[in-house]
């Protein structure tokens, strides 16, 4: 997957926008190409974060759940060696890749965007795995043994998906940083680790503790 596909769907939301090679700071080990904030004069303006926010191009950002479960996943192999996970609202991918460097058998990225999932793609190569593709949940491959999650509870409407997942795979790794409370007691908090979005939004400092979950 070309950088100059990455760059095209970038620059549907900025204009001036284009993707570089960079590693996250809350997961350093893995390489993603990246919103380059170096074609704006001096850090995001206040207009073109929301923006970014409000039209997602979201997977050009890794955001700061995304970076702390897959730290979390490299650094406890074992949840994921030689199973078969996908990955919900994958964004970037960098969930998806630390499972696939982990040791599963097989990792499925799974968004709504095609763009997030050229950019997986895209960003799997770089990093030496490869992930498969699924447009959509409800037509996603059968017999998952983990279902990984990443900021996806942003919209209350999606919280019903916490059933979902745990009914679509045995164990279910989630990371979130919008919800103190989950509201379902099969999701049991691992740890609460900060990190903030790469590039840097300047998202609120509540946004940048990031609570793990694994179900029970």
């Keep these: 997957m070309s950088t100059h596909v990455l760059d095209r769907h970038l620059q549907k939301t900025l204009s001036r926008g284009r993707v570089a090679a960079t590693r996250p700071a809350g997961c350093p080990d893995i390489e993603l190409y990246l919103f380059d904030p170096q074609v704006l004069d001096g850090p ?60 599963a058998a097989e990792v499925v990225a799974c968004d709504l965007d095609p763009a997030a999932l050229d950019a997986a793609e895209a960003n799997a190569a770089g990093n030496g795995v490869a992930l498969k593709r699924c447009e959509d949940w409800y037509q996603r491959p059968q017999a998952l043994d983990v279902i990984t999650a990443a900021d996806v509870l942003y ?8 059933a979902e997942f745990r009914a679509a795979a045995p164990q279910v790794l989630l990371a979130d940083s919008r919800v103190r409370d989950l509201g379902d007691p099969a999701y049991v908090r691992q740890a609460v680790i900060e990190a903030r979005t790469w590039p840097d939004l300047n998202e609120f400092e509540e946004f940048n503790q990031v609570r793990i979950y694994h179900t029970v």
């Design 155 to 162: 919209d209350p409407d999606n919280r019903g998906f916490l």
């Design 44 to 103: 995001l303006s206040h207009d073109e974060a929301q923006a970014v926010v409000g039209e997602p191009a979201y997977w050009s950002f890794c955001w700061a759940s995304g970076q702390v479960l897959a730290q979390w996943i490299l650094q406890h192999p074992h949840l994921v060696a030689g199973k078969r996970v996908l990955d919900f609202g994958s964004g970037s991918g960098i969930v998806a890749i630390a499972a696939a460097i982990a040791g």
